[in-house]
């Protein structure tokens, strides 16, 4: 089946510009989750959801990000007034939810491709 | 809070032979699970294994083992008959306490490994 995917691929923007992400889940997965990669560093959270449901938004780093999921399937996140320094790899992952075990094999989270956001 | 370490910043083991690449966990929590994802030059993050912490048995995947040493805190990711595919950057990661409600992982620093012929 289809993985998750996201769009665009690529992406860059002059400073000051406000960028959206999209990311479409793995069918069926209830859980969405958005985190930032810097080049050579691991992956770093950002938000989550469960169904349309923001559950937990503590990674975001300050109130020019925002994410939404209306309908509980396709999320966008949104970076307003870009600045230089939100140059990163933005990854959208998805899950099924829990089996009420913590960690357990549901639990896996899928990746997408990434967007690579560049911002002059 | 829950940390992740990866100690090894670079790898190199000869193809067909085996190769472990070290992950030490921070959390006082009982209940986690652990994962390992592989991230070819293509930008990919590709989940490789997990572990759960109240599993008795060690993971395997394939040629993937998970060497999980609970009192010590740490859960190794081995690789068997190395092949030059496998030449990326792995990253282990730590899922915190289920809520019912999802979880959102912790990633360490990576591994870059390089396979040589």
């Known amino acids: 089946g289809a993985g998750v995917s996201q769009s665009p691929r690529y992406k860059v923007t002059k400073r000051g510009q406000d960028v959206a992400l999209r990311c479409d889940p793995i069918s069926g997965h209830v859980s969405l989750y958005w985190y930032r990669q810097a080049l050579g560093q691991g992956p770093e959270f950002l938000t989550y959801?469960?169904?349309?449901?923001?559950?937990?938004k503590s990674g975001l780093p300050n109130d020019r990000f925002s994410a939404e999921r209306p309908e509980g399937s396709i999320s966008t996140l949104t970076i307003q007034r870009t600045e230089q320094r939100d140059s990163a790899m933005y990854r959208c992952?998805?899950?099924?939810?829990?089996?009420?075990?913590?960690?357990?094999?549901?639990?896996?989270?899928?990746f997408g491709p990434g967007t690579r956001l560049t911002v002059l | 809070a829950q940390k992740i370490t990866q100690t090894q910043p670079g790898m190199f083991v000869q193809e067909k032979e085996a190769v472990t690449l070290d992950c030490t966990y921070d959390?006082?929590?009982?209940?986690?699970?652990l994962f390992w994802y592989k991230q070819p030059s293509s930008g990919e993050m590709i989940f490789l294994i997990y572990q759960g912490s109240y599993d008795q048995q060690n993971a395997t995947e394939g040629r993937y083992s998970l060497n999980f040493q609970k009192a010590r805190k740490s859960a190794n990711l081995v690789i068997s008959a190395s092949q030059l595919g496998d030449s990326a950057m792995y990253f282990c990661a730590m899922s915190p306490p289920w809520d019912n409600q999802g979880g959102k992982l912790i990633f360490g620093q990576g591994t870059e490994l390089s396979v040589k012929p």
């Open positions: 959390t006082s929590d009982p209940s986690y699970g």
């Open positions: 959801f469960n169904y349309e449901a923001q559950q937990d």
């Open positions: 992952a998805s899950s099924l939810p829990g089996q009420g075990r913590s960690g357990g094999p549901a639990d896996t989270q899928y």
